[in-house]
Nanobody, 125 residues
Framework: QVQLVESGGGLVQAGGSLRLSCAAS????????MGWFRQAPGKEREFVAA????????YYTNSVKGRFTISRDNAKNTVFLQMNSLKPEDAAVYYC??????????????????WGQGTQVTVSP
C-alpha cells in the first residue's frame, strides 16, 4: 500500500505558476502509474494529467496541454505537476493518485487505487 501527500498549492494570480508535489511513502512509486486530478466546488473530480511508471509516457486533458507538465522522480518517490499560465478556471483542489491497473496511463478516476488528501489551488483574476 502507498500513502500520498500533496503539497505546493496556494494562491496565485492569473498567468502565474505553481509546482505541486506528491510525496509517496510505504512503497516505491516506480511500480505505479501516477495521475493528477482536480475538483472544483460543485463539480465532479476530473482528470488533469498522468505519467507512466518510467516517466516515458505522459497524457494531459486538453484544457491544460501546453501549460501543465507532469513529471516524476522515482528515486525520490515523488511526482510533480508544474502549472504555468494559470487561469481562474484552474482553481480547484488537486489530488495525486496511483494505480497498478494500467501500463501507461488512464484518465478514469475509478482505475486509481490510492489517493492523497488534496492541495488547494486558488487563482485570482
Amino acid at each position: 500500500q502507498v500513502q500520498l501527500v500533496e503539497s505546493g498549492g496556494g494562491l496565485v494570480q492569473a498567468g502565474g505558476s505553481l509546482r505541486l508535489s506528491c510525496a509517496a511513502s510505504g512503497r516505491t512509486i516506480s511500480t505505479y502509474v501516477m495521475g493528477w486530478f482536480r475538483q472544483a466546488p460543485g463539480k465532479e473530480r476530473e482528470f488533469v494529467a498522468a505519467i507512466s511508471r518510467s516517466g516515458g509516457t505522459t497524457y494531459y486533458t486538453n484544457s491544460v496541454k501546453g501549460r501543465f507538465t507532469i513529471s516524476r522522480d522515482n528515486a525520490k518517490n515523488t511526482v510533480f505537476l508544474q502549472m504555468n499560465s494559470l487561469k481562474p478556471e484552474d482553481a480547484a483542489v488537486y489530488y495525486c493518485a496511483a494505480t497498478t491497473k494500467v501500463t501507461y496511463y488512464t484518465v478514469r478516476t475509478n482505475d486509481y487505487d490510492y489517493w492523497g488528501q488534496g492541495t488547494q489551488v486558488t487563482v485570482s483574476p
